[in-house]
């Protein structure tokens, strides 16, 4: 199984801070890599795809970037609407997601 | 704009088969360009991929699941439907279908809203 582990676990920012959250493989998946973004009793939103694609009709504040076993998302500016739990997924060997980083108001 | 939606009972009994269906509207799970999966979220804990299923039938499922899961296709009805046996408190969780796209192994871009089904005698 590859892991993967976020951090960190919850992230108190503030409207307009630049945000970044960090995603790390047990072993390589290349660029194998997804981010959501969910928000309470919704299901995810796909952001990011294949580790630094931006999903069409997502903000340009988001992007993503790595390979092998670290990577990135990066929130440019924080906006109000961005206050949700990010999860990172691999796709290189089967499926597995990080446990989430809740991205909280400072 | 591809929207799915999960239907089936919010309530299973320990030991027995949990069964939900997904049913994709604005799309066709005959596409060959997609998968259709199962991914699931224990109350306030993270996500968990069950499976997926391809038009034709070919499956892929989680190893740490696969003896209990049974994902199938309608594309008749377009729909594609998950069981899972013998299911224990553990399995309550919410059920999410979602659409799968990639090459080798996938990414989901449409997700259903959403079904908490609870294991409780």
């Known amino acids: ?31 194998w890599l997804a981010w959501y973004q969910q928000k309470p009793g919704k299901a995810p939103k796909l952001l990011i795809y294949k580790a630094s694609n931006l999903e069409s009709g997502v903000p340009s504040r988001f992007s993503g970037s790595g ?4 990577f990135t998302l990066t929130i440019s500016s924080l906006q109000p609407d961005d206050f949700a739990t990010y999860y990172c997924q691999q796709y290189h060997t089967y499926l597995t997601f990080g446990q989430g980083t809740k991205v909280e108001i400072k | 704009q591809v929207q799915l939606q999960e239907s089936g009972p919010g309530l299973a009994k320990p030991s027995e088969t949990l069964s939900l269906t997904c049913t994709v509207s604005g799309g066709s ?11 699931r979220q224990p109350p ?11 038009y034709s039938g070919n499956t892929n499922y989680n190893p740490s699941l696969k003896s209990r ?3 199938s296709v309608d594309t008749s009805k377009n729909q594609f439907s998950l069981n899972m ?12 279908c979602a659409r799968a796209r990639g090459s080798s192994w996938y990414h ?3 997700w259903g809203q ?8």
């Open chain 1, 1 to 31: 199984d590859i892991q993967m582990i976020q951090s960190p676990s919850t992230l108190s920012a503030s409207v307009g801070d630049r945000v970044t959250i960090t995603c790390r493989a047990s072993q390589s998946v290349s660029t």
């Open chain 2, 108 to 110: 989901f871009d449409y």
């Open chain 2, 85 to 96: 046996s013998s299911v224990t408190a553990a399995d309550t969780a919410v059920y999410y």
């Open chain 2, 69 to 71: 899961v049974t994902i």
């Open chain 2, 44 to 54: 306030g804990k993270g996500l968990e991929w069950i499976g997926y299923i391809y």
């Open chain 2, 29 to 39: 799970v005959s596409n060959i360009n997609y998968y259709w999966s199962w991914i």
């Open chain 1, 67 to 70: 390979s092998g076993t670290e």
């Open chain 2, 114 to 121: 959403g079904t908490l089904v609870t294991v409780s005698s």
